[in-house]
């Protein structure tokens, strides 16, 4: 049913295409679509009004229209993530496989080679060597394909994932009942759209190392096995010795990641506040009390980082020093004990697969400290979407009424009506308002009026279903524009203030 209140239409824009969506297949191999924006920027500085607009399949509102009816069903984010997004996860990770074996194919070119130069009967075969050469080549090229379309894609995922994690986030942050919103604060629900959500899309990134990264591990021992023998388990060993103590250590990072965020929001909460009450601080020249206040706070999230940085510092020394414990052990044993004599082939083969143990075990440390710090912050934002929401249909509106009820208010040209309505802010407190009527018919002009502290805002909050129905009916006959009393502005220039996201004409 139209009504005074319906939204203002806007003339329907042209979107423009982003080029990925025309590109043909040897295009995106290469991304030759991207050329055009990089030869520009090679040209002068780029502005925003040069980047494409977002591909349909990215855009948020298409993304969400997924991701949160599979979010309603199963009330968890993990399950929701691996059922939209887990098939393209693992497509990535396809990819990386695929990388690491290009990656593998280095040593056994640099063993065959060497071992052609040390055979001193048969001559040295320069054809086998230039094919191994030039299949090295072609391997190298492959990979750098691979990678970039497995680093690209992921970016994708993580992108499509942030977007339906603050659509959840801003979609509960505003269907929240009025008596649980008092029990967070707006610093904590800052932390989560920043901090929290950042967490979760950085191990993301990291998912399919975890399963990779052991996998890579068992290869390249392999590999070693078949050049130096049982001196492999003898670094194999110092391996193992490290993951207990990473193990160990990844617990204590859990807890004191956990102390962080509840410092930062304490911190966050501080900061609010100022802000809020900033013309009382400024009347008053309270300037420096809060800024004691205020750094108080951030001395304690300092110390509590200082924490986590040590704990972070030790992780990353013992897996600094692993490979190179890995490698003298592995050699030690093999000569020492084995009594087996070193051949350039061996030696440099070994030292090669021992160069790309490194990498794994190196990245290791990064990736237990994101997955523990995800799981805290994933444990905040499930407390926050399983947090009670209001009713909504404690307004009646167009969309949740049979076509008879409308008819009935649309008969008698209402617009809005409150009939014998009782609200409390809670449940268990006395009502605030008791039994009370509003009928506001299509174009009528209406003001309340009155003194601070009387309803006036209670009022409004009524009709946007923000307090506790005990009694009555609601109906709003349309879209309502509501302009709180509490100022705000977008961390952006005056012009994108006024136009909210729209083209300036």
């Not at 970016?155 to 499509?160: A, E, L, R």
């Not at 204590?252 to 009382?280: H, L, P, Y």
């Not at 083969?349 to 799981?375: D, E, H, N, V």
């Amino acid at each position: 049913m139209p009504t005074k209140y319906s939204a203002l239409g806007t003339a329907p824009l042209e979107e423009e295409d982003h080029p990925y969506e025309k590109a043909g297949w040897f295009s995106r191999t290469f991304y030759l679509w991207a050329t055009p924006l990089l030869r520009l920027g090679n040209q002068r500085q780029i502005d925003p009004s040069d980047i494409w607009p977002l591909q349909h399949d990215n855009q948020c509102s298409n993304v969400s229209h997924v991701f949160e009816p599979k979010f309603r069903a199963t009330r968890s984010v993990v399950k929701t993530i691996l059922s939209t997004y887990g098939w393209r996860f693992l497509l990535v990770g396809v990819l990386q496989v695929g990388s690491v074996l290009c990656t593998l194919y280095g040593p056994v070119v640099l063993r065959q080679v060497l071992e052609a130069i040390e055979r001193e009967d048969d001559g040295f075969d320069v054809v086998l060597v230039l094919k191994y050469v030039v299949s090295l080549f072609v391997v190298k090229v492959l990979q750098a394909i691979v990678t970039a379309h497995a680093t690209f894609d992921n970016q994708v995922i993580t992108v499509k994932i942030t977007s339906a994690l603050q659509h959840l986030l801003f979609q509960k942050a505003l269907d929240l009942d009025a008596k649980v919103r008092r029990e967070k604060t707006a610093g904590e629900i800052s932390n989560m759209f920043s901090a929290d959500i950042m967490w979760i899309i950085n191990f993301s990134v990291f998912l399919n190392q975890t399963w990779l990264i052991p996998i890579q591990v068992l290869v390249i021992l392999f590999m070693l096995y078949d050049v130096i023998g049982w001196a492999t388990f003898a670094g194999a060993g110092v391996i193992a010795v490290t993951m207990i103590f990473n193990n160990f250590i990844a617990r204590a990072q859990r807890a004191a990641f956990k102390e962080v965020m509840t410092r930062k929001d304490a911190r966050m909460n501080v900061i609010n506040e100022v802000f809020g009450s900033m013309q009382i601080i400024k009347l008053q020249a309270w300037e420096e009390k809060f800024h004691e206040k205020i750094s108080e706070y951030r001395e304690k999230e300092l110390t509590t980082l200082w924490k986590v940085w040590r704990i972070q510092s030790s992780v990353t020394f013992l897996l600094y020093t692993a490979p190179a414990l890995v490698t003298t052990i592995s050699f030690a044993v093999y000569t020492l004990v084995m009594k087996q004599s070193l051949s350039s082939s061996k030696m440099f083969t070994a030292l090669s697969l021992f160069s790309l143990l490194k990498y794994p075990m190196l990245g290791l440390p990064q990736i237990f400290a994101t997955m523990m710090q995800a799981m805290v912050s994933l444990k905040r934002i499930m407390e926050f979407l399983n947090m009670e929401e209001k009713d909504p249909n404690t307004v009646m509106t167009p969309d949740n009424m049979t076509t008879e009820q409308l008819n009935a208010y649309a008969d008698k040209n209402i617009d809005l009506q409150i009939t014998d309505g009782s609200f409390a802010w809670d449940t268990n407190l006395k009502p605030f308002f008791d039994h009370i009527n509003l009928t506001v018919k299509r174009g009528e002009f209406v003001v309340i009026h009155g003194s601070v502290g009387e309803g006036k805002s209670s009022l409004c909050s009524t009709l946007l279903g923000e307090m506790h129905k005990l009694n009555g009916s609601v109906f709003v006959g349309g879209q309502v524009a509501y302009f709180s009393q509490q100022a705000w502005i977008q961390n952006m220039t005056i012009r994108e203030n006024i136009l909210f996201g729209k083209p300036y004409d």
